[in-house]
Every structure is written in C-alpha cells, then in structure tokens.
C-alpha cells in the first residue's frame, strides 16, 4: 500500500480492511524497502513511521509465508523508527526482516500493539524480529491473541515493556537471540484481562544447552513472568548451573 523507497516521514496511515486475493502473496500496509540494485532503487534508511492503523479483512487463521500473507509493517532498511502502531489480524503485525539485500539495523521500535495475528499453520507473529537483525530496540510492545505474541531472533537488542496475552506462545527467544540481548518487564496477561475464552500466555524458551547466558543476555522480569521461562524451558539447557545458568 505504501512502498517506501527513499528517506521519507510517513504518517498518520489508516487502513481498513487491506486483504489480497485467496491464490496471491499478499499485501503490506507500509513497506521501508532494502534497495535491490544501485542503479534503479535507493533504500529508506532514516526513514520515520509515526501513526498506522491497519485492519486486515483476511480470515481467522489465514495466511502463510507463500499466500495471502498480510503484514501491518515491514521494516527491510536500517535506521528506521517507528512509533504508534496498530495492527489487526494480520500474519505479521510489525516485521523487522532482513531480505537478503539489507541488514536491518538500529532500528527503534515505541508504542506497538499487534492484535489477533493468526496464520493457516499457527505460526503468524504479533512482532517479529529476524535472525540477522542488530541493534533493534523496542519500548512498549503489545501482543494480543497471536500465534505467537513476540518472536525475537535478533542480537544485540535492548526490549522494555513487553506485555503479551492470549497468544498460543506468548514470548519466542531462539538461541541466535541470546548474544547481547537485554529484555527487562515482562507482563504475562491471564484470564483477569478478559480472556476467558482463550487459552493464557505461555513462554517459548528453549535454548540448546550450548547457549549459556555466559553471552550476556539479560531477561528481567516480575517473578511470574521468570516463572513462566523456567518452567517451559528445555531441561538440558537449564538443568546444568556449571555450565548454562
């Protein structure tokens, strides 16, 4: 819908009912494109997002990686902001991703709210940070009803007020997210914020047994919420204080 491709300021976008035909790819409500060839495009590094609202008109629990993905946000570029979005029943709400041209970094994430994002396979995410990711930092970050609230792959990160609820896996951290990383405030939402009909937040934390937090990663959080880590967390990895605590 709107397909950034230099140094821009886009704001106040509001989208209702973005969809794509049942056999295509899919849309994106705003786009910061990675450059494809010095000769034809620039990038949007520098680019600010400030203020998208976007409805996706797809079904519950449509969409994949290959047909009718539809994502609020994509972030190709380095150096990008963005504050203040909303995103509903898309496959990716906000999706910081490296597309093979470009390597997201220093990208500064405030005010992110992803609703209700469901994907045919179970595996839309509210908020996605890819692998090859740096630097991304993100305050204020809000999860609700996905497949999965809050994926981080990143390294190097810093993520401040992270509140995930109703989401069939509530907080996803890799091993490749485990260098550098600082997650502090964690909420985890239960049935008293009004989702009695949908199963609470659990955490996907399982870390190899290779991946020590000797690597300084640091993940702080209201005891519940540690609770929740611990007790999802995969034996080997957690089970071995000479070597993984």
């Not at 979005?85 to 390597?103: E, P, W």
């Amino acid at each position: 819908m709107v397909d950034v491709g230099g140094k821009c300021i886009v704001r106040d976008i509001f989208a209702m009912g973005l969809d794509s035909h049942e056999n295509s790819y899919g849309n994106c409500c705003v786009r910061l494109r990675a450059k494809v060839s010095s000769q034809h495009r620039e990038d949007a590094r520098g680019s600010t997002v400030d203020g998208v609202y976007v409805w996706s008109s797809k079904p519950d629990n449509a969409g994949s990686n290959t047909l009718r993905r539809i994502v609020g946000v994509q972030v190709n570029c380095p150096d990008i902001s963005v504050s203040n979005v909303t995103a509903i029943n898309c496959f990716y709400g906000l999706r910081v991703h490296d597309s093979g041209d470009s390597v997201p970094r220093n990208v500064n994430l405030t005010n992110i709210t992803a609703i209700n994002c469901r994907g045919a396979a179970n595996d839309a995410m509210g908020i996605s940070i890819s692998n090859a990711c740096r630097g991304v930092s993100g305050t204020n970050l809000k999860s609700r009803g996905c497949n999965i609230g809050i994926d981080i792959k990143g390294r190097g990160g810093s993520y401040s007020g992270l509140f995930v609820a109703a989401n069939d896996n509530g907080l996803g951290i890799t091993d490749g997210a485990l260098l550098y990383n600082n997650i502090v405030g964690i909420h985890y939402g239960t049935t008293a914020d009004g989702d009695a009909n949908l199963s609470d937040t659990t955490a996907l934390y399982t870390p190899a047994a290779s991946a020590m937090f000797a690597r300084m990663t640091s993940i702080t959080a209201w005891r519940g919420a540690w609770l929740h880590h611990v007790s999802t967390a995969n034996d080997a990895a957690w089970n071995s204080p000479d070597a993984n605590w």
